[in-house]
């Protein structure tokens, strides 16, 4: 994907702060800030609860730089499965500190907790997808283009611009079809 880093710079980085290298955090807090803060704001949506979520997913990432797998994915994709984690974690521990509840207000909570993680999963893949995605989609849903008028406007071929929206479409759709994250040390990862 376009904002991917290359693999040999999550190793690097991983070895780095496994070491305990402070500007590595501080290089990695520079670059991944704001998709973490972006993402914790989109589950919680409260300003000082997504700072809080931020501090924590990077103090998780400088105690436990061996939990990052390069096998799995890139180091992006494993911060930002990180916030989602944090994030619904935290949104559930506000429900459970709020008090008792119905089954009923427990259900739409829970609900309310996929809802955000579903929505944060797929500004993750928007802002992650190859900017030739992202444009066609983009022209499709806001401008209500249809493939032949993208076409035109990205000048690319009617097919070209089919597969471009239907990639893109398919990308989106696995937001919808990943099960909603658990906080981090609550078991298996994902």
Known sequence: MANDTP????????????RGEAAALGELYDRFAS??????YRVLDDEEAADRATRDVFAHIWENPHTFDPREGPMRSWIAELTQRTATGRLRQQQRGAGPCSPEQAERFEEQVRTAATAARADYIVTSMPSSLRAALELAYFERHDYRQTARSLGVTEDEARRRLRLGLQLLSSAMTQPAMTPPGAGHRP
């Open 35 to 40: 998709l973490v803060h972006g993402l914790a």
């Open 7 to 18: 693999p040999r710079w999550d190793r690097k980085m991983q070895q780095r702060l496994a």
